[in-house]
């Protein structure tokens, strides 16, 4: 006999409810503390309930507790699993759906796990986890620069001091900025603000270069090295994806891995009516950002010609890797300047090459390069 138990967890409490498949039926619903120890007990006791050969299945939804309870459970040889939020499927009444509290948000997860409507969360190793925290508090420190940035710049436009000789954020206009004239408390105020910015700078600089003694490890170099092989993407981005993603085999197709990174578009149909929506953006958001960015590059240079960088990237790589990746930039470039013939939005060309970058990306991990 299986037993199923969905857990509504919060960083206050943790509520439980247990679903038994042969009689359709919830029961033992209970507020705990968030000690995995409870748990832990509640589990003893569903199985005092219903025997010692009862297997027990936890599930919750993936959110701000991330992989920590699923790794205690896991720990005390209890069966869990992390839930993604937006592939649950509830069995409820238009009338109970319109009333949520946690119990109720607890039996959904543990019908829901009875029943297989729902997609699991893959749990990545702890070095990978460690990296791609390390990496997400650079780009956190990089929101931060760019806000400062526009603070000093409002700052700037109300008291009047315009710079017009040429881009903003050059050496040559944080020269300026360094040197305009300013009353004593504005040249005061101002230097606060330039003093946070090479703070910021400065620590970006040595968070991308651990990164970069990060890309050199035994267990990254060789993935990170393939995947620079591909024009716009870089240390940064390569190690991003290795260890965000972690294992690139657990997605059969490539279109399965640009579907996870909700780059596919959605689709209404209805009837015999049939209309495509933006894309899904489902998925790592965080990945999404960069192969988008990564895409703008292919609406620069010519689909033949690569940038002396580029060569330098690829310089030590496997020939059918490399090939691969021109096979790519020739693709996606003549794509690229053939939909900007159409007179299509930037937008939509960019996600368009970079969902196609995606299934380059997935065929360069998983060396489907032939």
Request: with cysteine.
């Amino acid at each position: 006999m299986k037993v199923y138990i969905g857990i509504d967890a919060h960083s206050t409490n943790y509520t439980l409810c247990s679903y038994n498949p042969q009689n359709d039926q919830s029961f033992y619903q209970m507020q705990i503390e968030p000690d995995y120890h409870k748990v832990v007990d509640y589990v003893k006791k569903v199985k005092v309930l219903y025997g010692r050969n009862t297997t027990v299945l936890c599930g919750y939804e993936a959110g701000c507790l991330g992989y920590t309870l699923y790794k205690q459970l896991t720990a005390e040889h209890i069966d869990c699993v992390i839930m993604a939020p937006s592939t649950i499927t509830t069995i409820q009444t238009n009338k109970k759906r319109r009333r949520k509290n946690d119990k109720r948000d607890a039996e959904a997860i543990s019908r829901a796990l009875g029943f297989g409507l729902f997609q699991k969360v893959y749990v990545c190793d702890e070095q990978d986890t460690e990296v791609r925290d390390y990496i997400r508090i650079r780009d956190d420190h990089k929101l931060q620069l760019k806000k400062l940035k526009q603070q000093i710049n409002a700052f700037c436009l109300r008291n009047g001091y315009l710079y017009s000789e040429g881009r903003k954020w050059t050496i040559k206009h944080v020269q300026w900025l360094r040197t305009v004239e300013l009353s004593f408390l504005r040249r005061e105020t101002l230097d606060e603000y330039l003093l946070t910015f090479d703070i910021l700078c400065r620590e970006l600089s040595d968070m991308t270069s651990r990164i970069e003694e990060f890309a050199q490890e035994e267990k990254y170099k060789e993935p990170v090295s393939k995947l620079r092989c591909l024009k716009g993407i870089d240390t940064l981005t390569a190690l991003s994806l290795v260890v965000e993603i972690s294992d690139f085999n657990r997605f059969s197709k490539a279109d399965g891995f640009a579907c996870y990174l909700g780059l596919v578009p959605g689709q209404d149909d209805s009837a015999c009516t049939q209309k495509n929506l933006p894309i899904t953006k489902a998925g790592n958001i965080h990945l999404r950002t960069l192969l988008i960015e990564a895409a703008q590059s292919y609406g620069r240079g010519l689909a033949s010609n690569k940038s002396k960088t580029l060569q330098a990237k690829q310089k030590g790589n496997d020939n059918k890797a490399i090939a691969y990746a021109d096979k790519a930039q020739y693709r996606l470039t003549k794509k690229y300047k053939r939909m900007q013939a159409r007179g299509m939005r930037y937008g939509v060309i960019t996600t368009a090459i970079a969902r196609e970058l995606s299934c380059f990306v997935w065929g360069m991990a998983t060396n489907h390069i032939s």
